[in-house]
Each structure stands twice: as C-alpha cells, then as structure tokens.
C-alpha cells in the first residue's frame, strides 16, 4: 500500500492539511467529511479508508478546520456545526482535487460522519462530478435545502439502536431527488463502536461506491 501523500489544500485564506492515497488505476477518489471535533486522524475514518482502498480507491482525508479554528472549536463546539463552513472546504477540496492533472478524470465520492455528512450532501449539490456519497451516523438535516439539489446517489448508514438519528436519516431521505436508500447496521450505536460494525460501514460503503463509480469519465 502506497504511504500517504501530505497535501496542503488552499481554501480562501487557509490551508487545510490532508493525506492522500492513491494507487495506479483508481476507480475513483473518495473524499473523506469528518465528523464533530475530529481531523484526518479519526480512527474510524482511517479504518473505512483502508477499506475503500482494498477495493480499489484513492483517498483524501483532510481536516475541515485550520490548527487555529480547532483549538477555539475545542472549547466552543461552534464550528463544528457550521455547514456553511464546512461546505466550503469540502468543495474547496473536490475543486483542489479537479486541479490536479492524475487526480482530475476520476469520479468523485464523498464520505461524511456526524456533521460531516451535512456538508457532503450540500457540497455533492454544488459539485457535478460527486457521483456518490456514503454518510455514517450522519446529520444530513442539517444541510437543509440543499437536500434537493443533490444528484449524487446516496446511502444513509445508520445504527439500528441510534434512533434519534435514525429518524432523522429516514425524513432527510424524503427530502433527497436522488437515488437515496437507509441501511441499518443492527444493534450499532451512534459511533458504531460495538463489534463488527464499523467493519460493516466499510462493506456498505465499498459496495455503494464500487456500485456508482466504475464508470471513468472522459478526459
């Protein structure tokens, strides 16, 4: 397996650092939304990463927040549920992604946890080339009206015992114009932290995207 790239993706005034894997032929590249005050270091995202290369993706974790913007989010929770925000530095991401000349032919996809899931579902509204977008224990309310914008095919994974979230998942669902469906992962809680269920995020998530993202564009 390839060691990680170290990108520093420029965003207004702000750099967002990341780690970039990629292989030879990819069949995609998978965009990783982390969820409430975590970074490109969450665990759980570098497990379905790894996963997600195993079947043959390239991917980016990158942090949403800047060093500074974590550490005054540290202590006031506040940015981590600012989708705007955070919207703009997923699709500042996908366009640094669009820019680069091995990276550019390839179908996008997004993964978002918790908040994170909100801004990929308003970032896939803005971005033609997401062509899928897998959310974990996500909050894909909160990203509001631009539920109906979003073409990317879309699976909601969800806990079976998270059921505040559950429910959420299932209104945001009715709200998608896409092709959208709810999976549940029995007995899983919020962060899917009981046995096996963040090994069964990975298998849903590698069979959605495998499904929706073979297809190469042309150059």
Request: glycine share 10%.
């Amino acid at each position: 397996m390839p060691a990680p790239r170290e990108v520093s993706i420029p965003c207004g005034g702000a750099h967002l650092q990341g780690h970039l894997r990629t292989s030879e032929r990819p069949l995609g590249i998978i965009l990783f939304a982390h969820g409430s005050g975590s970074s490109r270091f969450s665990p759980r995202n570098i497990s379905v990463a790894e996963a997600l290369r195993r079947a043959g993706f390239a991917t980016l974790l990158f942090d949403l927040l800047t060093e500074e913007e974590a550490a005054v989010d540290e202590q006031t929770a506040e940015l981590r549920f600012d989708i705007p925000l955070l919207t703009e530095r997923l699709v500042a991401a996908s366009r640094w992604v669009l820019d680069q000349p091995s990276l550019r032919a390839l179908p996008l996809g997004y993964f978002g946890a918790s908040t994170g899931a909100a801004a990929a579902l308003a970032a896939a509204a803005r971005i033609a080339q997401v062509v899928a977008v897998v959310a974990r224990g996500g909050r894909p309310d909160l990203a509001g009206a631009a539920l109906g914008g979003v073409r990317a095919a879309t699976l909601l994974i969800v806990g079976g015992d998270d059921r505040e979230v559950l429910a959420l998942n299932r209104r945001a669902q009715t709200a998608l114009r896409c092709e959208a469906q709810v999976a549940i992962v029995p007995g899983a809680t919020h962060l899917f932290e009981e046995p096996g269920a963040l090994q069964e995020v990975a298998r849903l998530a590698g069979d959605w995207f495998v499904a929706h993202m073979q297809a190469r564009p042309e150059k």
